[in-house]
Every structure is written in C-alpha cells, then in structure tokens.
C-alpha cells in the first residue's frame, strides 16, 4: 500500500503573506516545492535516533567480544580497545569471571624484577557448545562447535529428498544433530543454542519459513517448531545470511567493516554487512538477489517468476543448459551435479558448446555483480559457497567485465572466491547460535 505523508495532500496552513517557511510571500515560489514537507515547531527537525547508549551492546558483551576477537588480551588492552577507562573494565571483567565466560591466563614472559607475572584474559571454550544445522540439497550438514568457535565434529548426512514435508524437515534436522552429539561423545544437555539454516525467505525476527525451496509447506514457525522437537532454543536464518556471518566471524570479512557476499550453489543468495553487522533488512527477510529479475519474461525460476537471476546462474540452471547440450536428462539434483562435472570436464576439453553455456551463465553473474557495487557499493564482495569448481564461471574475464563500466571510474571493490566445501554454511549456522548464546550469557538479551 501507498502511503502519503497528510501535509504532502493537504499543504501546510499558512498566514496571509507568509510563506510555510516564516518567509516573506515573495519569496514563497522558490521554497513552495519543500513547503509541504517542512514540519512544525512542535514536531522537530531531523532524525529520531536512539539515546546514545540504547542501541549499543551491554559492557559485558563488548569485553567479552573483544577478547575472543583477540584471542588472549589483557585488561589494559581491552580498555584501550575499547576506548573506557581500565576501571570501567574491570568490573565488567569480575563479572565475566565470576560467571566462568572468561578465564585468567599467562600474559607472555615476565619481565625480570617486575613483580607478579603478567595475566591475561581469554574466553572459556568449554562454557557451552552449540550447534549449526544446514537443511539443503544434496546433503545436508551439521557442525558442533564449543564457545570459542572452534569446530569439535561435524556431520554429512544425504538429503531423503529434493523437497521436504515440514515432519520430514524436522526428522532430518533431529536425526543430524543425533548424529553429531553421538560423534563429538557429548550429551545434547551441553548445548547452548542451536542454528538452522535453509535455502529460501526467512523472517529472522519472527522465526518463519515464508517460502523455502526445499519444504512443501508454505509459511512455517520453524523456530518454534524445530525448538521444540528438538528440546533446545534454536534460532533460524537464511543460509546466505548465515555464509555471510561464517565470513563476518571467520572468513575474510573479519577486518572488513562493509561488505557483500555472494553465495552460488543450488540457489542464489546474498548477504550484507554494514559497519561489521549484518544486515537483514528492514523486514528481516534478507536480501533476495537470486530473485533480482535480469530477464523480462526469461526463464521460469524456482520461486515461480520468470527471468530471475537464479534461473540462469545456479546450478539447476546450469544442469538445464548441460542437458541441452550433453543429451541427457536430470532426474534428480544428485545427478545435476555430475551432469555439471561432466559439463564442465566437456569445456575444459575445448568442447565450444559447453564454453558457452558456462560463458553466459558467467555474463549474468558479472551483471548482478554490477548491480550489488551499483546498489552498495561494498569494499569487497565475497562469492562464497560450497561448489565453486566450475572454474569457468569465475574465470577472470567473466569478473574483469565488472570493472569496465564508466560510472565506477575504475574503482570496482575487491572479489575474492572463497570456496569454503559444504560444512561453511553450518559453521555459519553454529555461529548464529554462538552470538544468540552469548547475548543470553552476557545479559545482552
Ligand atoms: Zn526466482
């Protein structure tokens, strides 16, 4: 729905030979375009933002974050970080201690006639462990991690099926965590938190599946559902999203305080971080890019609309392309995959129709990698995932036609390729539940 602003229908009153402004009426035509949206005394001017203070994350967190950030750090250090008095941290410190988050530790060499050896501060990794699921085609993946983030087992089950009844969703997601708690010797009493990722539109606040690829159901409580059969919180998110937090937490966008990240695989996805957050939108749904239509009446996307950039990139898009060109069908994703390799063995042969199907498929990513730096501009876009091998996709050619366009006068951010193997995206979903868990821990929420 269309909303209007009510001074922008109806003018703002004004007195006989004064403009809205308080100017003189002769002057009245050069301000009149922004008359109505001037408003009132009463009603202030500018923007509403929060009290200072109010949107910032508690002092116990921010020490916490900023000693697993670092490793080891003494209290000094986290001050300067921090840019508090060393008393302020102090307190914050005790706490931390007193709670088990962090723990002392030897500092480094004690320099000779100064005292007491030097302690220093470290997080304890065996507070908690969490977990991350990622639900997907053709396997799916969990990783269980301890508090530092280290990652302790992982497991790789195969996928019963392309798409899943919600009962069917919630068995794999229990029989993979079983599974993993059964490999790392732990009982599912140690865990914290878990996350959950899957292809497609999740509301992250709301804890919904709107629509996702791989389940039969429409829109669905996964949070609360999945928390449930499960017997522990779960938070759930996109997998883009979560790739995007692997990269934020791990990855390369570890110094990076703005970036995109691209992930390719069955689907197309894109996650965003601004001043080192990520950001969800103002919906919480994410940033759809695999769905940005590059194609007015193209190819039919997964989603159901026509032309999307999916429906020419990903890899049920490629395996269409491949079994034009091979002579074959693909009956299932498991045998996209080799029809892919094969595809991809027939081009590196020299084989011209096979070049062609990844040199376009190329040409469209390098137009919506355009269109990520038109829209935001990022420092550095990652094209991150599990199945980067079809190295003509991402052949320098296909990503130097990026920087070529006038309007970036050369200054086309960073692209690095960071094929990560299928366990990124869970690691991603282990990280979300470690941010959640340390809110909880650190009083935070
Ligand atoms: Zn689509």
Known sequence: MLHRHPSRQGGVPTAPGRCPTGLPSDMADTTAPFAAAVASP?????????????????????????????GVLSRLDVAKHLGVSPATVT??????????LLVEVDGGARTPGRGRPPVALAVDPGIGYVAGIKLSNPVSTAVL?????????????PAARTVRSLEGLLDEAAELLAQLMARAGQSADSLLSIGLGLPGT???TAGEVLWSPILSTGSVALRRLASDRLGIQVEIDNDANL?????????AGRKLPDFAVVTIEHGVGMGLVIDHQLYRGANRRGLELGHTTVQLDGALCRCGQRGCLEAYVSDYALAREAAT???????????????????????RDGDAAARAVFARAGRYLALALANVISLYDPSTIIVSGARLQFDFLYADNVLSEIGRQKIYAGRVPRLDVNAWGDLVWARGAAT??????????TGAA
């Open 42 to 70: 009463e009603e202030g001017f500018g923007p509403i933002r929060p009290g200072v203070g109010t949107t910032a994350p508690p002092l116990r967190r921010q020490v916490y974050d900023t000693v697993r950030s670092h």
């Open 91 to 100: 307190s914050a410190v005790s706490e931390l201690l007193a709670t088990g």
């Open 145 to 157: 991690t301890d508090f530092a983030g280290q990652p302790l087992a992982s497991v790789t089950l």
């Open 202 to 204: 999740v509301d992250y």
């Open 243 to 251: 790739v995007t937090l692997a990269e934020l937490w791990f990855g």
């Open 325 to 347: 060109v091979l002579g074959q069908t693909a009956p299932d994703i498991a045998s996209h995959l080799g029809m892919l390799e094969l595809l991809h063995d027939r081009a």
């Open 432 to 441: 979300l539940a470690l941010d959640v868990a340390t809110d909880r821990l």
